[in-house]
């Protein structure tokens, strides 16, 4: 009798063991995949942070040294996709245990109609972009975009179900004001003479773009979670190139229909630093333009379209760093103010982020001290 009783307590501490040591495995592998998640959210920021500073720069070298081809500069903004395409042949290595579960596979004709839908908006947005770039100075054009936040902020309430705290609203009325600000200044010192109605179309087509982008992004998170549901990092490279894909086709398009492909001769052989300069200036900001795509739409793929948004306005503040010390652009006080509220609009998102952390955290104590109650 005492034999079994002891046998019985041994077995007990044995399935407590085990119990702990499933615990242990199972906290190890969330620590794990946690760790994978933000590393793969720092390359998409990466991305994201770089492709944006690049290619605002290179594309308004572009228009200093005598580019004036809109449809040019928009296509600069897509035609790097094809850099993807060896990521997309490349079979990609298979998990039989996780694959059913967590890919879908839509049809051809809905994922052609997503992407067809989503690179519309591209062009429009694109485009919008270039003449926002055309008409204003770098920094004034990175500032105003970072309206595109606030937009996305609304979306992303109506379409993805985002939760809208006291501290994202703060954020989203910093930031707002943070963008919008620049236009109460007189704009004659950045580059040259600019004058009011150069500003307030530069304006309208920039807002116009990040009302537009911010819609995209919202759509672009529901298409994730909707339409595609899959769990693998191909997925984001299909969105991308595809997309990229379609949008160049559209923009090759503007560009015959326009008429605008008869002057590309000339306008390559009166670029200030010479014809090579000009291809190279298009080849770069292809591949920055890419990657930002690549970068903002893992962003979206991996958090959300607002955390994506959050880290494309964080790059409106690096960007007139840059345009500074590369463009000899001018910070003034309603600029650097303007950016002071933006990196506090910022901080206030990424403060938001981190109690959503600290209550997960102690949601999961408060079920793993449940467990043990049970047990």
Request: glycine letters at 8%; aromatic letters at 14%.
């Amino acid at each position: 009798m005492e034999g079994a009783h002891e046998k019985l307590l041994n077995l007990t501490v044995e399935e407590a063991e085990g119990t702990e040591s499933s615990e242990n495995a199972k906290t190890s592998r969330l620590q794990s995949s946690k760790f994978i998640l933000w590393l793969q959210i720092f390359i998409f920021t990466f991305f994201t942070l770089g492709g944006q500073a690049a290619g605002n720069l290179l594309g308004r070298v572009y228009y200093e040294q005598g580019g004036q081809t809109r449809w040019i500069a928009t296509l600069a903004q897509t035609a790097g996709f094809s850099i993807l395409l060896p990521f997309i042949c490349y079979p990609s290595p298979k998990n039989h245990n996780e694959d059913e579960l967590t890919t879908h596979h839509p049809s051809i004709f809905v994922r052609a109609s997503v992407y067809i839908f989503l690179g519309l908006f591209q062009v429009v947005n694109s485009m919008s972009f270039t003449v926002g770039v055309q008409y204003l100075p770098a920094s004034t054009y990175s500032l105003i975009s970072g309206s595109q936040l606030a937009f996305n902020a609304i979306t992303s309430f109506l379409l993805n179900g985002q939760k809208i705290t006291a501290i994202i609203l703060n954020s989203v009325v910093l930031l707002s004001f943070s963008s919008s600000a620049v236009i109460f200044q007189n704009e004659t010192g950045d580059s040259g003479e600019i004058s009011q109605k150069s500003l307030l179309i530069g304006f309208a087509a920039t807002t116009f773009g990040s009302l537009g982008y911010a819609l995209q992004f919202s759509l672009t998170e529901l298409a994730f979670q909707k339409v595609f549901k899959s769990n693998t990092l191909k997925e984001v490279m299909k969105m991308s190139f595809f997309i990229g894909f379609f949008v160049t086709i559209a923009s090759l398009t503007g560009l015959f229909a326009s008429g605008n492909w008869k002057d590309l001769g000339k306008e390559m052989g009166e670029y200030r630093t010479g014809k090579s300069s000009y291809v190279i200036n298009l080849v770069c900001s292809a591949v920055a333009w890419q990657l930002y795509a690549l970068g903002s739409f893992g962003l979206v793929f991996k958090a959300s379209s607002l955390f994506s948004n959050v880290i494309i306005n964080l790059g409106t503040s690096i960007v007139p760093i840059f345009a500074m010390a590369f463009l000899k652009d001018r910070m003034n006080g309603l600029k650097v103010f303007s950016l002071l509220l933006g990196l506090w609009g910022y901080a206030s998102y990424i403060y938001q982020h981190y109690l959503d952390d600290l209550e997960a955290k102690n949601s999961e104590i408060k079920a793993s001290d449940n467990q043990d109650d049970d047990f």
